[in-house]
């Protein structure tokens, strides 16, 4: 699977929007990314994935750059409840080991009144 | 709707102790179910993977063992306890055949003393 790199951490204002980077320079064509989140002592939250295009769901968009070298997740309007750690995470379509995710140590995004 | 359960939710054990910690999947049928293990401060680490009944692949040699002995159970064990095995217990789910979406119990808590 592809490396990703992300900042160890970032600050947003609540109300703002959040916009977390993620660099996937060796990602392969058939690659999708990932993107999920922890909050303190929970299990990991899907958030949203993509290939090529631009996604869009309930929770935040993805927006992946031409070359697919990298990518944005962008939480419109971030509440104090996204403070999490942001795990961005490339992978073929099920890969290896049936389908396993790698976490990395993802991005510690703090969202302030 | 599907829902992931584990159970307990934290725990304290003497070393040399055994263990077991329990998921159960709803709403689902023939999951692949995982364990993983997060250590204090560190990236999710995969156990265990389990295609169907009694199909179980370990990633990581050690003295832990994984079982899944109906459709939507799968349990963690280990004969005696070991310091290192202190940490965040998380199990997951993803539909067999799919997209590599995978969702999170809530974890358990191991502190081994």
């Known amino acids: 699977d592809a490396k990703t790199t992300q900042p160890t951490s970032m600050d947003c204002a609540e109300g703002r929007a959040a916009n977390l980077p993620c660099n996937h320079s060796t990602i392969s064509g058939n690659e999708y990314v990932y993107w999920y989140r922890q909050i303190h002592s929970q299990g990991p939250q899907y958030i949203i994935h993509g290939l090529k295009n631009n996604e869009t769901n309930e929770m935040a968009s993805l927006i992946i750059t031409e070359d697919r070298k990298s990518s944005t997740l962008i939480l419109p309007h971030a509440t104090l409840r996204d403070t999490a750690v942001y795990y961005c995470i490339v992978r073929p379509p099920r890969g290896g080991s049936q389908g396993n995710l790698i976490f990395g140590k993802g991005t510690k995004l703090s969202v302030k009144p | 709707s599907q829902t992931i359960h584990q159970w307990p939710a934290t725990l304290v054990q003497p070393v040399g102790s055994p263990l077991s910690l329990e998921c159960t999947v709803e709403g689902t049928s023939n999951p692949n179910l995982y364990w993983y293990r997060q250590a204090a401060g560190r990236g999710l680490q995969l156990l265990f993977y389990?295609?169907?009944?009694?199909?179980i692949s370990s990633e990581v040699p050690q003295n832990l063992s994984a079982s899944r002995p109906q459709d939507r159970q799968f349990i963690l064990s280990s004969k005696k306890l070991l310091l290192s095995d202190s940490g965040f217990y998380l199990c997951a789910w993803r539909l067999a055949g799919s997209s590599d979406t995978q969702y999170f119990g809530p974890g358990t808590r191991l502190t081994v003393l």
């Open positions: 389990s295609v169907g009944i009694g199909q």
